[in-house]
């Protein structure tokens, strides 16, 4: 005997499903994940319909009427971790055992229907994995694209943080003397001179972006010479 089939099947009542597992506002995660699909695919909002109802986008027979529950359930099993929510394989497929699967919020980014693909030198992928890839933080590139950059280059070229520098490049007060190892095996670092000569290593992301103008002494001399000079 199936154990979420409870004892009181013949007693049909909304509040009272055989499974047990909606009863008295303790809906188990699949129940819900269960009663959103169906509710968005009859849905006639149109944000809704615009990507379920009106793209013929449905749930199968077998998920419906009086055993729809139990079905989902013995079909798709429980959801294996917390991360996970249900994903159609083929987006302009609609809802049946054979087009769904329990995925990532990753996973399913990689699938949408709205997610570029980006092609360079050949090799498609998505906008994720081509940020994965190349460790771009997918801002950066979302950024790039919006200000009119080439998909392929805004995928491919080094962000700021791992921009290479020149000795002798000047930014603010610093100069560039040398590369210094990555900071936490990420950020790109760079052993500088202040002009007032002291040395220090400086992110090479704080001295392109503007955010590191001097060494912390001349910093600190600039503040207060700025306040004599307001209280004159
Ligand atoms: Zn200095």
């Not at 027979?61 to 971790?81: A, I, Q, T």
Request: aromatic content about 8%.
């Amino acid at each position: 005997m199936n154990p979420l089939v409870c004892a009181d099947i013949g007693i049909k009542h909304p509040k009272h499903w055989k499974h047990g597992e909606s009863n008295n506002g303790k809906e188990t995660t699949e129940y819900r994940t269960w009663s959103s699909i169906k509710e968005r695919c009859r849905s006639n909002l149109p944000h809704q319909a615009r990507w379920y109802k009106s793209r013929g986008i449905k749930v199968c027979e077998r998920w419906l009427g009086e055993d729809g529950y139990v079905n989902f359930l013995s079909d798709m099993g429980r959801r294996p971790k917390d991360k996970h929510s249900i994903d159609r394989i083929d987006s302009a497929k609609g809802y049946s055992p054979e087009n769904c699967r329990w995925a990532t919020w990753t996973e399913q980014q990689n699938n949408r229907s709205n997610t570029p693909r980006i092609t360079v030198d050949g090799v498609t992928k998505s906008l994720m994995d081509w940020c994965r890839q190349n460790g771009l933080p997918i801002t950066t590139v979302h950024n790039r694209i919006r200000g009119g950059w080439e998909p392929a280059r805004a995928v491919t070229e080094p962000s700021h943080k791992r921009r290479q520098l020149k000795g002798g490049e000047k930014f603010g007060s610093w100069m560039v003397e040398a590369e210094a190892p990555l900071h936490n095996g990420n950020a790109a670092m760079y052993w500088c001179v202040c002009e007032c000569g002291k040395r220090k290593r400086v992110d090479a992301y704080g001295l392109v972006s503007g955010h590191r103008k001097r060494c912390r002494s001349c910093g600190m001399k600039g503040a207060w010479e700025c306040r004599r000079a307001k209280a004159r």
